[in-house]
Protein backbone atom coordinates (compact mmCIF):
# COMPACT_ATOMS: atom_id res chain seq x y z
CA UNK A 1 0.00 0.00 0.00
CA UNK A 2 1.40 3.35 -0.70
CA UNK A 3 2.83 5.81 1.56
CA UNK A 4 0.61 8.99 2.07
CA UNK A 5 2.84 11.99 3.31
CA UNK A 6 0.64 15.09 4.02
CA UNK A 7 1.57 18.75 3.70
CA UNK A 8 0.02 21.47 5.20
CA UNK A 9 0.53 24.59 3.25
CA UNK A 10 -2.69 26.52 4.82
CA UNK A 11 -4.57 27.35 7.40
CA UNK A 12 -8.15 27.17 7.28
CA UNK A 13 -10.73 25.56 9.36
CA UNK A 14 -12.07 22.37 9.04
CA UNK A 15 -9.18 20.55 7.36
CA UNK A 16 -9.65 16.94 8.06
CA UNK A 17 -7.20 15.37 10.59
CA UNK A 18 -4.58 13.62 8.46
CA UNK A 19 -5.19 9.82 9.44
CA UNK A 20 -8.65 10.38 8.13
CA UNK A 21 -6.90 12.05 4.61
CA UNK A 22 -4.80 9.13 4.57
CA UNK A 23 -7.63 6.76 5.31
CA UNK A 24 -9.68 8.19 2.83
CA UNK A 25 -6.53 7.98 0.15
CA UNK A 26 -5.80 4.44 0.83
CA UNK A 27 -9.25 3.30 -0.02
CA UNK A 28 -9.11 5.08 -2.98
CA UNK A 29 -5.53 3.35 -3.98
CA UNK A 30 -6.14 -0.10 -3.20
CA UNK A 31 -6.06 -1.54 -6.07
CA UNK A 32 -2.67 -0.37 -6.37
CA UNK A 33 -0.90 -3.19 -5.05
CA UNK A 34 3.17 -1.73 -4.96
CA UNK A 35 4.52 0.61 -2.44
CA UNK A 36 5.84 3.72 -3.44
CA UNK A 37 4.48 7.04 -1.85
CA UNK A 38 1.63 9.87 -2.39
CA UNK A 39 1.75 13.30 -1.49
CA UNK A 40 -1.31 15.30 -0.81
CA UNK A 41 -0.31 19.00 -0.35
CA UNK A 42 -3.42 21.18 1.51
CA UNK A 43 -3.14 25.10 -0.27
CA UNK A 44 -4.31 28.24 -0.49
CA UNK A 45 -6.03 29.99 -2.97
CA UNK A 46 -3.02 31.55 -4.57
CA UNK A 47 -1.04 28.66 -4.53
CA UNK A 48 -3.63 26.50 -5.90
CA UNK A 49 -4.30 29.66 -8.79
CA UNK A 50 -0.45 29.88 -9.19
CA UNK A 51 -0.55 25.80 -10.12
CA UNK A 52 -3.68 25.99 -12.27
CA UNK A 53 -2.41 29.02 -14.45
CA UNK A 54 0.92 27.07 -14.83
CA UNK A 55 -0.41 23.23 -15.10
CA UNK A 56 -3.91 24.09 -16.51
CA UNK A 57 -4.17 27.48 -18.28
CA UNK A 58 -7.13 28.69 -16.34
CA UNK A 59 -6.17 31.68 -14.00
CA UNK A 60 -8.76 30.91 -11.26
CA UNK A 61 -8.24 28.56 -8.23
CA UNK A 62 -9.61 24.90 -8.10
CA UNK A 63 -10.47 22.19 -6.14
CA UNK A 64 -8.49 19.59 -6.97
CA UNK A 65 -5.22 18.55 -9.00
CA UNK A 66 -3.52 15.52 -9.82
CA UNK A 67 0.22 15.39 -10.93
CA UNK A 68 0.99 11.55 -11.79
CA UNK A 69 4.31 10.45 -11.61
CA UNK A 70 6.14 8.81 -14.53
CA UNK A 71 5.59 5.07 -14.14
CA UNK A 72 9.30 3.52 -13.49
CA UNK A 73 8.66 -0.33 -13.94
CA UNK A 74 12.04 -1.00 -12.35
CA UNK A 75 11.49 1.01 -9.35
CA UNK A 76 8.68 -0.71 -7.23
CA UNK A 77 8.20 1.80 -4.87
CA UNK A 78 8.27 4.90 -7.18
CA UNK A 79 6.25 7.80 -6.08
CA UNK A 80 2.78 7.89 -7.50
CA UNK A 81 2.58 11.77 -8.04
CA UNK A 82 1.41 14.43 -6.08
CA UNK A 83 -2.42 15.82 -5.45
CA UNK A 84 -3.01 19.03 -4.17
CA UNK A 85 -6.25 20.48 -3.02
CA UNK A 86 -7.52 24.11 -1.91
CA UNK A 87 -9.07 23.96 1.48
CA UNK A 88 -11.01 27.07 0.72
CA UNK A 89 -12.08 25.63 -2.51
CA UNK A 90 -13.70 22.74 -1.20
CA UNK A 91 -15.40 24.42 1.65
CA UNK A 92 -17.19 26.59 -0.25
CA UNK A 93 -18.46 24.09 -2.97
CA UNK A 94 -19.47 21.98 0.04
CA UNK A 95 -21.55 24.86 1.14
CA UNK A 96 -22.85 25.46 -1.90
CA UNK A 97 -23.98 21.95 -2.80
CA UNK A 98 -25.55 21.42 0.42
CA UNK A 99 -23.22 18.51 1.35
CA UNK A 100 -21.29 17.47 4.35
CA UNK A 101 -17.80 19.05 4.63
CA UNK A 102 -16.23 15.69 5.49
CA UNK A 103 -18.58 14.16 2.31
CA UNK A 104 -16.71 16.53 0.07
CA UNK A 105 -13.21 16.14 1.67
CA UNK A 106 -13.36 12.42 0.60
CA UNK A 107 -14.96 12.59 -2.38
CA UNK A 108 -11.67 14.79 -3.73
CA UNK A 109 -9.26 12.86 -1.92
CA UNK A 110 -10.87 9.94 -3.71
CA UNK A 111 -10.85 11.91 -7.07
CA UNK A 112 -7.54 12.58 -6.66
CA UNK A 113 -6.22 9.17 -5.98
CA UNK A 114 -8.21 7.81 -9.08
CA UNK A 115 -6.42 10.42 -11.01
CA UNK A 116 -2.81 9.48 -10.18
CA UNK A 117 -3.76 5.73 -10.89
CA UNK A 118 -4.87 6.73 -14.52
CA UNK A 119 -8.69 7.52 -14.42
CA UNK A 120 -9.90 10.47 -16.32
CA UNK A 121 -13.54 12.09 -16.72
CA UNK A 122 -12.43 13.82 -20.60
CA UNK A 123 -14.80 11.75 -22.53
CA UNK A 124 -18.39 10.27 -21.24
CA UNK A 125 -17.23 6.54 -21.18
CA UNK A 126 -14.03 7.66 -18.51
CA UNK A 127 -16.02 10.09 -16.54
CA UNK A 128 -18.92 7.13 -16.45
CA UNK A 129 -15.95 4.67 -15.17
CA UNK A 130 -14.42 7.03 -12.67
CA UNK A 131 -17.36 8.51 -11.31
CA UNK A 132 -18.91 4.26 -10.79
CA UNK A 133 -15.35 3.95 -8.59
CA UNK A 134 -16.04 7.06 -6.89
CA UNK A 135 -19.38 5.95 -5.77
CA UNK A 136 -18.01 2.82 -4.94
CA UNK A 137 -15.26 3.82 -2.67
CA UNK A 138 -17.32 6.75 -0.82
CA UNK A 139 -20.58 3.82 -0.47
CA UNK A 140 -17.76 1.42 1.25
CA UNK A 141 -16.77 4.65 3.71
CA UNK A 142 -20.21 5.48 4.40
CA UNK A 143 -20.41 8.46 2.25
CA UNK A 144 -23.69 9.15 0.30
CA UNK A 145 -23.16 9.37 -3.68
CA UNK A 146 -21.41 12.56 -4.82
CA UNK A 147 -22.93 13.19 -7.62
CA UNK A 148 -26.92 12.56 -6.74
CA UNK A 149 -27.63 15.84 -7.50
CA UNK A 150 -25.54 16.35 -10.73
Same mark, same amino acid.
Given at each position: ?5 ? *? ?5 ? =? ?14 ? +? *????? %? ?12 ? *? ?22 ? /? ?5 ? =? ?9 ? *??? +?? +? ?19 ? =????? /?? %??? +???? =???? /???? /? ?10
Amino acid at each position: MPQIDI *QRACTAA =GIPPDDQISSWARSAL +Q *QQPEA %GEVTIRLVELAEMQ *QLNARYRDRDAPTNVLSFPAEKLP /EVPDAPL =GDIVICAAIIA *QEA +QA +QGKAPSAHWAHMIVHGCLHLL =GYDHI /EP %GEA +QQME =GLER /EILA /ELGFPDPYRDA
